[in-house]
């Protein structure tokens, strides 16, 4: 399974960014797709997760601000970023893993800046 995220960048505090993840090769029908991050000198954590069937979880960092969505007819996760914090700047990385094991893949990482 291959993981390419997409649109990170610079934002102002209150601003908002789309943040795109396109998975590909042998993607299993149940599964999860979701985002982590990492900010600098910080441990990976969880930003949100959403099941094919459409269940969601949140950090509670961002709830009520972030938003993940899925297309799965085209093995796609969104995360719709609102109400951005200088808190949230971090590395975010797409994150994949079959509803049946633990193991998980990873997309390469995008970069999101909150700063004015």
């Known amino acids: 399974v291959q993981l390419q995220a997409s649109g990170g960048g610079l934002v102002q505090p209150g601003g908002s960014l789309r943040l795109s993840c396109a998975a590909s090769?042998?993607?299993?029908?149940?599964?999860?797709m979701g985002w982590y991050r990492q900010a600098p000198g910080k441990q990976r954590e969880l930003v949100a997760t959403?099941?094919?069937?459409?269940?969601?979880n949140y950090a509670n960092s961002v709830k009520g601000r972030f938003t993940v969505s899925r297309n799965n007819a085209k093995n796609t996760v969104y995360l719709q970023m609102n109400s951005l914090k200088p808190e949230d700047t971090a590395v975010y990385y797409c994150?994949?893993?079959?509803?049946?094991?633990?193991?998980?893949?990873w997309g390469q990482g995008t970069l999101v800046t909150v700063s004015s």
């Open positions: 090769g042998s993607i299993f029908r149940i599964n999860f």
């Open positions: 994150h994949y893993r079959r509803y049946d094991t633990p193991t998980a893949y």
């Open positions: 959403i099941s094919s069937g459409g269940s969601t």
